[in-house]
């Protein structure tokens, strides 16, 4: 079937084109993909399941499945009046940002996806947000820093503008520093923060902002410097730490990195009281490859099965849902399950609350405008720090020596910001 | 033995043997010419009678075509194996990006991309262009590198994270995909037509001497620096116009990938699986490259091992590829470089 | 960071490099081989080390014995399948083929061993260091890095001597001289080569055991290792052994200058150190007049 035939006021833009634009307007009307008929919603899913980035992915095919088994997913859903099948069509980034974007395209213009759903660090959702802002598709991203989604995308970052089509929840630099301040009070420390990030969009956006977070608090802030990922010598970086005499350690780098530099800091004599860590150890994986160096790093937790949490799928409790995937991969649980589980239920109500599931505007509003609660807490849309941005609370955890079936567990030892989930275990200092 | 009816023959003396006549074009030649008129005609009628689903793919494949006649003109010509042509990827698609930055039209500033990594590769070719064989290969790809760490480390552009094309948001998405799509298909065939023009002209027959042997070649009057140093900065004008093109096509760019040597590695493939120094080989080799990608990439890294092999058992034992496995034994020459001798009477 | 320590690390990181490099120069000054998978085969070593001490539950060190000879026997066969019909066809086959190899080693990694960051456990030897009090001021240096300095100047050393005053060097720089010759006198060059090989991958596959110990490693890492290898090599000159040593040695001493400026450009500083060469003295600072004169 022929598509939309083109207005001639975008014709108009294109003049710079002379040719290319008088050719078209003299043929007529360019052909679309072609709507598809039928009473079927397509969800696409996008992440790194395989390359370094992985670890973050390690449980979507679980939680996919899991959703489809849902009475929600499987009756389908019911938008104006009639009841939609759904199909959710899951696609694999390979860890590489432009495969990232060929597969948000192939969604799009191939499976004809009704709404894109992305998981998981800057370089997977933001080039597919970016796709879906272009081609005018619904896109919820999570497990990305707020910041670092909103203001990289920006055509001039100082002069943002909200997007139309793209929603994300997660947590930023604020909270960050909101979970990683209470824990650092509890140790008696100089004060001093060695803080160590790359040249990324996650570490240039703790960089901005965390200097005046830790001020404020009166704590002293010493940079390690705008490395670049990959870096194998970390020497010069642990030296100033230890010339700056730094006990507390914080910092946001690739998790390959960060084992690197903890096995440098450790033959250099760098042993700072407390470490608190973004981006990694977030994941059970990430712990083997250092052993017990990773004994009491303290991290942030904006999911797990200590979260008094229920499913507005089904009424699933969060424990429940970590102790199916711990028995079906025989592997330890990990945070973005709950996030990627949430992506769904976000998709479930914002379609449950338009008219058609091809009104693509309605769609995008309706998710701009969600407030609900499930399996990850209350989702507030319309609250964020900008518009279609919901803000989770994380709580402060330590990876402890586990009760026999995992070698380490994460154990939540402050609850500052998120005070529902309860505590436990005490802070116990890093290296004391 | 090609025995055409086209123009360019040359009454060639009198041996003993008989007369004979130094043909270059062909009849088939004719037959290939109208028809890639044809096909060209035809593909550029896509995005009005197939739409945005056979856009997508084409546009990889003209960019494949593309970088592999624009691999082809060092390697197969000038006998430059560079390592380094994402840099020029690379190159085109930030050029891009500033230039949208600054509020051009992204469409009307891709031949400014490509003529910014045109000019980058001038200089670059007087440090690179002192090796050859792996030096040179390697020295290149150094390039590259110290380009995408150029690019993390500027704030301005994205760091590593990388950047969204500014500017489209003013396209309707269909029209959008329409111009990428003819921007690519010109860039493979301003590609092709301009490394088989350069091929036919002086200038080819100076690299193809360059390439069989630098010393006999200068020996003979060629100007073997400046023949190396045309095709080095050509291949990289139209390497930037690719980066562009793909940039266009993607709408987000990142060093990490765009600067990867994963580009070489396809454009190394495809050249020499079709067929190194001819115009067919490389447009063969970026077809067989684009369907082993569609039909295997499932198959994840043993994609690439195969295709790792192949190149390794092509270059051994069937050194000139595909194209010229099939159609040097039967005298088949599409879009013909060389002189062919034949008798006329 | 004070300077001293600084220096002090550059040149212990630079043995490494130099390590990286020497299989490198060997192959390119005595058989004008420039093996693109040299990076590669480096970290086949770390990979084949990692998966031997898992497997026979022995210590990184101690599986050195089986690996070295493994790697110079992969070396052999290499050259023997591969290498040796690549430097007959033409300029381009070797890197084509040595290009190919490369993209082939990492790819099986991948499937084979998946592409997560690994690292070598070296024991208590990776987390001690000693501290040295130079100039006034107190340095930490790791063992670990001394020890592969150490290493480097062995290997180096050893391939010095195996090439200045055995009867098999006498072989290798007659048939690197002048190949025909050679051949006519009786050299039979197929097995001078193949041990070339050979030797190359087995300090390549040691570079990659170092590496493993001090940082991680994962299938894609050969690439940057042959990048840097090869760095030193030009740097310090095509085909000389020693000027390899300084060419690395140099290349950590720019690394932790830079790191001492801003740690952001260390990378990029040997990059450009290595393009300056290229421009002002492309044959490197130390050029072999004749490759490892006795």
Same mark, same amino acid.
């Given at each position: 079937?022929?598509?939309?035939?083109?207005?001639?006021?975008?014709?108009?833009?294109?003049?710079?084109?002379?040719?290319?634009?008088?050719?078209?307007?003299?043929?007529?009307?360019?052909?679309?993909?072609?709507?598809?008929?039928?009473?079927?919603?397509?969800?696409?899913?996008?992440?790194?399941?395989?390359?370094?980035?992985?670890?973050?992915?390690?449980?979507?095919?679980?939680?996919?499945?899991?959703? @489809?088994?849902?009475?929600?997913?499987?009756?389908?859903?019911?938008?104006?009046?009639?009841?939609?099948?759904?199909?959710?069509?899951?696609?694999?980034?390979?860890?590489?940002?432009? @495969?990232?974007?060929?597969?948000?395209?192939?969604?799009?213009?191939?499976?004809?996806?009704?709404?894109?759903?992305?998981?998981?660090?800057?370089?997977?959702?933001?080039?597919?947000?970016?796709?879906?802002?272009?081609?005018?598709?619904?896109?919820?991203?999570?497990?990305?820093?707020?910041?670092?989604w909103y203001f990289s995308r920006q055509a001039d970052p100082k002069?943002?503008?909200?997007?139309?089509?793209?929603?994300?929840?997660?947590?930023?630099?604020?909270?960050?520093?909101?979970?990683?301040?209470?824990?650092?009070?509890?140790?008696?420390?100089?004060?001093?923060?060695?803080?160590?990030?790359?040249?990324?969009?996650?570490?240039?956006?703790?960089?901005?902002?965390?200097?005046?977070?830790?001020?404020?608090?009166?704590?002293?802030?010493?940079?390690?410097?705008?490395?670049?990922?990959?870096?194998?010598?970390?020497?010069?970086?642990?030296?100033?730490?230890?010339?700056?005499?730094?006990?507390?350690?914080?910092?946001?780098?690739?998790?390959?990195?960060?084992?690197?530099?903890?096995?440098?800091?450790?033959?250099?004599?760098?042993?700072?009281?407390?470490?608190?860590?973004?981006?990694?150890?977030?994941?059970?994986?990430?712990?083997?490859?250092?052993?017990?160096?990773?004994?009491?790093?303290?991290?942030?937790?904006?999911?797990?099965?200590?979260?008094?949490?229920?499913?507005?799928?089904?009424?699933?409790?969060?424990?429940?849902?970590?102790?199916?995937?711990?028995?079906?991969?025989?592997?330890?649980?990990?945070?973005?399950?709950?996030?990627?589980?949430?992506?769904?239920?976000?998709?479930?109500?914002?379609?449950?609350?338009?008219?058609?599931?091809?009104?693509?505007?309605?769609?995008?509003?309706?998710?701009?405008?969600?407030?609900?609660?499930g399996i990850s807490g209350v989702l507030d849309f319309t609250r964020?720090?900008?518009?279609?941005?919901?803000?989770?609370?994380?709580?402060?955890?330590?990876?402890?020596?586990?009760?026999? @079936?995992?070698?380490?567990?994460?154990?939540?030892?402050?609850?500052?910001?998120?005070?529902?989930?309860?505590?436990?275990?005490?802070?116990?200092?890093?290296?004391? | 033995?090609?025995?055409?009816?086209?123009?360019?023959?040359?009454?060639?003396?009198?041996?003993?043997?008989?007369?004979?006549?130094?043909?270059?074009?062909?009849?088939?030649?004719?037959?290939?010419?109208?028809?890639?008129?044809?096909?060209?005609?035809?593909?550029?009628?896509?995005?009005?009678?197939?739409?945005?689903?056979?856009?997508?793919?084409?546009?990889?494949?003209?960019?494949?075509?593309?970088?592999?006649?624009?691999?082809?003109?060092?390697?197969?010509?000038?006998?430059?194996?560079?390592?380094?042509?994402?840099?020029?990827?690379?190159?085109?698609?930030?050029?891009?990006?500033?230039?949208?930055?600054?509020?051009?039209?992204?469409?009307?500033?891709?031949?400014?991309?490509?003529?910014?990594?045109?000019?980058?590769?001038?200089?670059?070719?007087?440090?690179?262009?002192?090796?050859?064989?792996?030096?040179?290969?390697?020295?290149?790809?150094?390039?590259?590198?110290?380009?995408?760490?150029?690019?993390?480390?500027?704030?301005?552009?994205?760091?590593?994270?990388?950047?969204?094309l500014p500017g489209v948001s003013g396209y309707d998405a269909l029209?959008?995909?329409?111009?990428?799509?003819?921007?690519?298909?010109?860039?493979?065939?301003?590609?092709?037509?301009?490394?088989?023009?350069?091929?036919?002209?002086?200038?080819?027959?100076?690299?193809?001497?360059?390439?069989?042997?630098?010393?006999?070649?200068?020996?003979?009057?060629?100007?073997?620096?400046?023949?190396?140093?045309?095709?080095?900065?050509?291949?990289?004008?139209?390497?930037?116009?690719?980066?562009?093109?793909?940039?266009?096509?993607?709408?987000?760019?990142?060093?990490?990938?765009?600067?990867?040597?994963?580009?070489?590695?396809?454009?190394?493939?495809?050249?020499?699986? #079709?067929?190194?120094?001819?115009?067919?080989?490389?447009?063969?080799?970026?077809?067989?490259?684009?369907?082993?990608?569609?039909?295997?990439?499932?198959?994840?890294?043993?994609?690439?091992?195969?295709?790792?092999?192949?190149?390794?058992?092509?270059?051994?034992?069937?050194?000139?590829?595909?194209? #010229?496995?099939?159609?040097?034994?039967?005298?088949?020459?599409?879009?013909?470089?060389?002189?062919?001798?034949?008798?006329?009477? | 960071?004070?300077?001293?320590?600084?220096?002090?690390?550059?040149?212990?990181?630079?043995?490494?490099?130099?390590?990286?490099?020497?299989?490198?120069?060997?192959?390119?000054?005595?058989?004008?081989?420039?093996?693109?998978?040299?990076?590669?085969?480096?970290?086949?070593?770390?990979?084949?080390?990692?998966?031997?001490?898992?497997?026979?539950?022995?210590?990184?060190?101690?599986?050195?014995?089986?690996?070295?000879?493994?790697?110079?026997?992969?070396?052999?066969?290499?050259?023997?399948?591969?290498?040796?019909?690549?430097?007959?066809?033409?300029?381009?086959?070797?890197?084509?083929?040595?290009?190919?190899?490369?993209?082939?080693?990492?790819?099986?990694?991948?499937?084979?061993?998946?592409?997560?960051?690994?690292?070598?456990?070296?024991?208590?030897?990776?987390?001690?260091?000693?501290?040295?009090?130079?100039?006034?001021?107190?340095?930490?240096?790791?063992?670990?890095?001394?020890?592969?300095?150490?290493?480097?100047?062995?290997?180096?050393?050893?391939?010095?001597?195996?090439?200045?005053?055995?009867?098999?060097?006498?072989?290798?720089?007659?048939?690197?001289?002048?190949?025909?010759?050679?051949?006519?006198?009786?050299?039979?060059?197929?097995?001078?080569?193949?041990?070339?090989?050979?030797?190359?991958?087995?300090?390549?596959?040691?570079?990659?055991?170092?590496?493993?110990?001090?940082?991680?490693?994962?299938?894609?890492?050969?690439?940057?290792?042959?990048?840097?290898?090869?760095?030193?090599?030009?740097?310090?000159?095509?085909?000389?052994?020693?000027?390899?040593?300084?060419?690395?040695?140099?290349?950590?001493?720019?690394?932790?200058?830079?790191?001492?400026?801003?740690?952001?450009?260390?990378?990029?500083?040997?990059?450009?150190?290595?393009?300056?060469?290229?421009?002002?003295?492309?044959?490197?600072?130390?050029?072999?007049?004749?490759?490892?004169?006795?």
């Open positions: 079937m022929n598509g939309p035939s083109l207005p001639r006021r975008t014709l108009l833009k294109g003049v710079g084109l002379g040719a290319l634009a008088a050719g078209t307007a003299a043929c007529g009307s360019i052909k679309g993909s072609g709507d598809k008929a039928g009473d079927k919603i397509v969800i696409g899913f996008v992440s790194p399941q395989t390359g370094p980035l992985a670890g973050f992915a390690s449980g979507d095919r679980f939680v996919v499945d899991r959703v @489809r088994g849902t009475a929600a997913y499987t009756g389908g859903f019911a938008v104006g009046g009639k009841t939609y099948d759904v199909e959710i069509v899951v696609k694999d980034t390979q860890s590489d940002p432009s @495969r990232a974007s060929q597969v948000a395209r192939e969604l799009i213009l191939r499976d004809h996806a009704d709404i894109i759903l992305t998981s998981s660090t800057p370089e997977t959702t933001n080039p597919v947000a970016t796709v879906c802002e272009a081609q005018g598709i619904p896109c919820v991203s999570t497990v990305v820093p707020w910041e670092a002069n943002p503008k909200p997007f139309t089509y793209t929603t994300m929840f997660f947590f930023g630099v604020d909270q960050f520093g909101g979970c990683f301040v209470p824990m650092w009070e509890r140790v008696s420390t100089n004060k001093t923060v060695a803080g160590m990030f790359p040249n990324d969009a996650d570490g240039n956006a703790f960089r901005d902002a965390y200097p005046a977070i830790l001020k404020k608090s009166g704590y002293k802030w010493v940079d390690g410097g705008a490395y670049t990922d990959g870096t194998t010598a970390f020497s010069s970086m642990i030296s100033k730490f230890k010339s700056e005499e730094c006990e507390i350690f914080t910092n946001a780098p690739l998790p390959p990195d960060f084992n690197t530099m903890w096995r440098q800091a450790a033959q250099q004599g760098f042993r700072p009281k407390l470490a608190t860590v973004a981006k990694v150890l977030l994941f059970p994986a990430d712990t083997v490859a250092l052993g017990p160096l990773v004994k009491n790093i303290a991290t942030d937790s904006w999911w797990g099965p200590y979260m008094p949490n229920t499913s507005s799928l089904d009424g699933e409790s969060a424990k429940q849902l970590a102790e199916a995937y711990q028995s079906a991969s025989g592997k330890q649980w990990l945070q973005t399950l709950g996030s990627v589980y949430s992506l769904f239920e976000i998709a479930q109500k914002a379609f449950t609350s338009v008219d058609t599931p091809r009104d693509r505007r309605a769609v995008a509003t309706a998710l701009q405008k969600l407030n609900y609660s964020g720090p900008v518009p279609g941005v919901a803000i989770q609370q994380p709580v402060g955890v330590q990876w402890k020596e586990g009760d026999g @079936r995992f070698p380490y567990e994460m154990v939540v030892v402050d609850n500052s910001l998120n005070p529902a989930v309860k505590i436990g275990a005490d802070l116990t200092p890093t290296n004391p | 033995m090609t025995a055409g009816t086209g123009g360019g023959a040359v009454t060639a003396g009198t041996a003993a043997e008989g007369r004979f006549a130094v043909r270059r074009w062909s009849r088939t030649a004719s037959v290939a010419a109208a028809g890639s008129v044809v096909a060209v005609a035809a593909l550029a009628g896509v995005p009005y009678y197939a739409g945005t689903s056979a856009e997508q793919p084409l546009v990889t494949l003209f960019c494949l075509v593309a970088l592999a006649s624009l691999w082809n003109l060092m390697a197969g010509f000038a006998g430059l194996t560079s390592f380094g042509q994402q840099a020029y990827l690379g190159a085109g698609a930030y050029a891009l990006y500033a230039a949208a930055s600054m509020g051009l039209d992204p469409f009307a500033a891709i031949p400014l991309a490509a003529a910014a990594a045109g000019v980058l590769s001038l200089p670059v070719s007087f440090a690179v262009l002192r090796l050859s064989g792996g030096h040179f290969a390697v020295a290149t790809w150094v390039l590259a590198e110290i380009l995408r760490l150029a690019v993390t480390l500027a704030p301005s552009a994205g760091g590593n994270t990388g950047v969204s029209l959008r995909q329409a111009l990428t799509y003819w921007w690519a298909l010109a860039v493979a065939v301003c590609s092709v037509a301009g490394v088989y023009a350069l091929a036919r002209s002086r200038f080819g027959l100076d690299a193809r001497a360059v390439h069989s042997d630098p010393v006999a070649a200068a020996s003979a009057g060629v100007a073997v620096g400046r023949t190396r140093r045309w095709a080095y900065c050509l291949s990289a004008f139209g390497t930037g116009a690719v980066g562009a093109v793909l940039f266009a096509n993607t709408l987000y760019t990142q060093p990490g990938s765009v600067f990867g040597v994963q580009h070489s590695v396809a454009m190394m493939f495809m050249v020499v699986i #079709g067929g190194i120094g001819t115009i067919e080989g490389p447009i063969l080799g970026a077809l067989v490259f684009f369907a082993l990608q569609q039909a295997l990439s499932g198959y994840g890294p043993w994609y690439l091992v195969l295709l790792g092999a192949a190149g390794i058992a092509i270059t051994l034992f069937a050194p000139r590829g595909l194209w #010229g496995s099939l159609a040097a034994p039967r005298g088949w020459s599409l879009f013909p470089i060389g002189h062919h001798i034949s008798g006329t009477s | 960071m004070n300077w001293v320590g600084a220096v002090v690390q550059g040149v212990l990181v630079g043995g490494w490099y130099a390590l990286a490099a020497c299989g490198l120069s060997l192959t390119f000054g005595i058989m004008r081989l420039v093996n693109i998978a040299h990076g590669d085969l480096a970290v086949c070593g770390a990979y084949l080390t990692l998966v031997l001490s898992s497997a026979l539950g022995l210590p990184v060190g101690y599986t050195l014995p089986l690996v070295l000879p493994i790697a110079f026997a992969i070396g052999v066969a290499l050259h023997l399948l591969l290498f040796g019909r690549a430097l007959r066809g033409g300029p381009l086959a070797p890197v084509l083929v040595t290009f190919g190899l490369s993209v082939m080693i990492e790819n099986l990694l991948v499937a084979g061993l998946s592409a997560d960051p690994r690292s070598l456990d070296a024991g208590r030897l990776a987390l001690a260091g000693v501290r040295v009090t130079a100039f006034g001021s107190v340095i930490t240096l790791s063992w670990l890095r001394i020890a592969g300095f150490l290493t480097a100047l062995a290997v180096l050393g050893g391939l010095h001597l195996l090439l200045a005053r055995t009867s098999f060097g006498r072989l290798v720089r007659a048939t690197s001289d002048d190949l025909d010759t050679a051949r006519l006198v009786g050299v039979r060059v197929r097995p001078v080569f193949a041990t070339v090989a050979g030797i190359a991958v087995a300090t390549a596959a040691l570079a990659g055991v170092f590496l493993g110990m001090t940082a991680t490693f994962d299938p894609y890492a050969g690439g940057l290792s042959l990048i840097f290898a090869f760095e030193a090599v030009v740097i310090g000159g095509l085909g000389s052994l020693w000027g390899t040593l300084l060419g690395g040695v140099t290349i950590g001493l720019v690394q932790q200058l830079a790191a001492q400026w801003d740690v952001q450009y260390t990378v990029l500083a040997v990059h450009l150190l290595f393009f300056a060469v290229l421009a002002v003295r492309p044959q490197g600072f130390f050029p072999a007049s004749e490759p490892e004169a006795a």
